[in-house]
């Protein structure tokens, strides 16, 4: 057992030697619950305002902001989650640099308004500053904590280095970007080279200069826990319409809402975590890449079936500029994208394909379908999304049923 993997009695300095990739019960520590508190408030923000934009009818706009905002929130996560899995020592020091990080997603947590609020209503710079200063914060204290990791762990210093080095470059680059006012569109199209060092960074360092000591079945937990932190955002939107809905006391419209909105957050939560991906990455380690990356998309979409829930609660107070089809596609496209980025992850991260799945994705898409085709109709909003709500059920059914048999093949294989 190294250094940084002894129980902590008091959490004097220790050596950031690498923790133990194979360490039995690995699991997510208070302090990472804590932390991740703070991306609470990022994706409750974010999916405050996609809803505000969509409500306005600024569709266009508001889903630019929100991917942006998506990446950003994401990656800042990321960025902390697999440091922490290779190299958390829970000493002092650590924890107050982990202190120092959540001020710095609050800041960002903070510049997500007025991001939005340029895309959609100004449209000539994108005031993105106090998003960028509360990176800056974040990386400073990430700096640090690499540079402390390649100053005790010989062994992996190039690893880190390169950590450091396109942290650094990247973060220039935002801050540039940040200092110059060029219009909207040109500033997102020269967010390209940032995104791509951004990206491109751990990929060079795990690959070619060393890696890290990361733990596969604690990765996975952290992931999935995010998961339930955006699906949070499916409830609170639920709240909000119900709310809407019982100023003229308690209704049956009410309790269909309640359930139409608990039952589509619990079927995407059921969906997800039917895959054990611990066993997977623990397998198949060099699989991690596709699996971390991939997950930015999908916190996005499960954050973005909250937010759309909520349009339906400005729709009901008849506060949106929305009709009845627009505001349920709000809801209906995250979900549908929810389901497509599933499929496709559990292909790439298997490396399988069941055509069982083609069967699912279709009988989902018909049920998408029908709850758009309902709103068209005339059918009142409540009715579409207890139908909608059905989707990831879909999945759930037959995985239960069927799909089992070929997951159950894929995990057998991985000890092949």
Not at 169 to 196: E, K, N, R, S, Y
Not at 248 to 254: A, E, V
Not at 381 to 402: D, I, K, M, Q, R
């Amino acid at each position: 057992m190294s250094e940084s993997t002894g129980p902590a009695v008091r959490h004097r300095t220790r050596r950031m030697l690498g923790r133990d990739p194979h360490e039995d019960h690995r699991v997510a520590t208070p302090l990472e619950l804590l932390f991740d508190l703070t991306f609470v408030v990022a994706f409750g923000t974010a999916a405050s305002e996609l809803a505000h934009a969509l409500a306005e009818d600024h569709v266009g706009a508001g889903i630019l902001a929100f991917c942006f905002a998506t990446f950003g929130i994401s990656w800042a996560w990321i960025n902390f989650t697999w440091f922490a899995s290779a190299y958390d020592t829970d000493d002092w020091i650590y924890r107050l640099t982990t202190m120092l990080q959540m001020v710095g997603v609050l800041v960002f947590a903070l510049g997500l308004k007025p991001m939005f609020t340029s895309v959609y209503d100004h449209g000539d710079t994108l005031d993105n500053d106090l998003m960028v200063w509360g990176y800056v914060v974040m990386r400073v204290a990430m700096v640090f904590q690499w540079w402390r990791a390649g100053r005790h762990d010989a062994a992996r210093r190039p690893a880190c280095q390169t950590y450091i080095v396109s942290i650094l470059a990247a973060q220039v680059l935002w801050c540039v970007l940040a200092l110059v006012d060029l219009p909207v569109g040109t500033t997102f199209a020269a967010m390209a080279v940032p995104f791509l060092i951004e990206i491109g960074g751990p990929a060079y360092a795990e690959r070619r200069r060393g890696g890290t000591p990361w733990h596969p079945h604690h990765v996975a937990e952290r992931y999935g826990l995010m998961v339930i932190i955006a699906l949070g955002e499916g409830m609170i939107g639920t709240m909000a319409s119900i709310s809407a809905l019982a100023e003229g006391g308690l209704t049956w419209d009410i309790g269909l809402f309640a359930l139409s909105g608990t039952a589509l957050t619990f079927g995407v939560w059921w969906s997800y975590f039917v895959v054990p991906t611990g066993d997977i990455l623990h397998a198949r380690p060099e699989r991690s890449f596709s699996f971390g990356y991939g997950h930015m998309a999908l916190f996005g979409s499960i954050v973005a079936i909250g937010a759309g829930l909520h349009v339906g609660a400005y729709y009901l107070e008849h506060a949106a500029h929305l009709g009845l089809v627009a505001t349920v596609l709000t809801v209906a496209v995250p979900v549908a994208l929810f389901t497509v980025l599933l499929a496709t992850g559990y292909g790439v991260l298997t490396r399988t394909f069941d055509s069982f799945h083609i069967v699912l994705l279709v009988a989902t898409a018909a049920v998408v379908a029908a709850s758009v085709l309902m709103a068209a109709a005339g059918a009142g909003l409540v009715w579409c999304l207890l139908v909608l709500s059905a989707a990831p059920w879909v999945t759930v059914v037959g995985y239960e049923t069927v799909g089992y048999r070929h997951h159950s093949r894929v995990l057998a294989a991985l000890g092949d």
